[in-house]
């Protein structure tokens, strides 16, 4: 009789492979329907953020800013700088532990500066909104409670602050500077800059991409209310209102930017400046040829800490003028 040893090994083998090529299916859906999921992934394998744990040298602190809503924050602490800054990340599921917002704490940092870099609500560690939103996502009030925990724990004092955002990041802090306590400067890296062609019936698939980032489902309330949030975030429209301290743009010479802040720029004199860093786009990297991958580099990242760090001198001097 022949023996069916070969004929049930063969099923064997044909049922796991189904079952893998099953699972492996599900996993990319599950990605792609996740765009917080898809972020962790490309940061970690197409952006290069192993690559870049080679330049991470100094460890930070890990502290609480606030226990409700739960934020948490890194501290890059300085004995020998009376001035903190206060950097903001941009929109990336990995908050303020995503490559460059820890890349750029650190160079500023070297260049004598004290750090401290919040998650704002709904990202990283910190806790999400509550939905549905009733008139804005609460990350100025981030802001806000991370000055307040470090004045509170002397990190700094009520006047020798400065803000510092990326992309979403800056649209937020040019917001808070306008509240209370003031900031001595701010530098705005990326800030949003060509709404006035888009309006808020573009931004509802952007804002429904912020809430996945966030790892939440919006109603139809809280789209509304993050479309037109974002649309606030406009930076030449932010620049129209009255009592903005110093600001500092910056932007990639490849970045795409509105002709209405250059010559809002241009109007204003010192006290608002703009700044193109050389072959860079939104994201500052320095390697384009390779699609998305995004790497970094000391000479880019020592340029935008020496820039931000004369800014910072000029407004906010280490010795009080």
């Known amino acids: 009789m022949e023996s069916k040893e070969p004929e049930l090994a063969m099923r064997r083998r044909i049922v796991v ?4 090529a099953a699972g492996l299916a599900a996993l990319t859906v599950g ?20 690559r870049n744990l080679k330049l991470f040298t100094d460890e930070p602190q890990q502290v609480r800013v606030s226990e409700h809503p739960r934020l948490t924050a890194y501290y890059y602490p300085n004995p020998t ?17 995503a490559s460059f917002p820890r ?12 750090v401290l870099a919040p998650d704002l609500r709904g990202f990283g560690n910190a806790d999400d909104p509550v939905l549905p939103l ?11 409670e991370t000055v307040r925990y470090a004045v509170r724990t002397g990190k700094t004092q009520a006047d020798r602050f400065v803000y510092v955002g990326h992309s979403l990041g800056a649209g937020v802090i040019l917001n808070a500077a ?3 306590p003031h900031p001595r400067a701010v530098v705005a890296l990326g800030a949003t800059a060509n709404l006035e062609r888009d309006g808020i019936e573009w931004l509802r698939p952007f804002a429904t991409r912020r809430f996945r980032d966030m790892r939440l489902v919006p109603d139809e309330r809280s789209l509304d209310v993050m479309a037109a949030y974002l649309l606030g975030l406009d930076a030449p429209s932010q620049l129209e209102s009255p ?20 010559r809002q720029v241009w109007d204003q004199g010192d006290s608002l400046q703009l700044y193109i860093v050389p072959n860079a786009g939104h994201t500052y990297n320095i390697m384009p040829a390779l699609g998305p991958v995004v790497f970094y580099n000391r000479p880019v990242l020592d340029q935008l800490g020496s820039v931000i760090a004369q800014w910072v001198e000029r407004w906010a001097p280490a010795s009080p003028r």
């Open 17 to 20: 492979s189904i079952l893998v």
């Open 31 to 50: 990605l792609v329907r996740s765009s917080w999921r898809l972020s962790l992934v490309t940061d970690g394998l197409i952006r290069g953020y192993a």
């Open 81 to 97: 700088s009376s001035i903190l800054v206060i950097l903001v990340h941009g929109s990336t599921a990995l908050g303020r532990r």
């Open 103 to 114: 890349l750029l704490a650190q160079q500023l940092h070297s260049h004598g500066l004290a």
């Open 134 to 144: 009733e008139g804005s996502v609460g990350w100025e009030e981030d802001v806000l």
């Open 178 to 180: 306008r509240l209370e």
């Open 243 to 262: 009592g903005l301290p110093p600001i500092l743009f910056v932007y990639g010479d490849r970045e795409n930017r509105s002709a209405r802040l250059p």
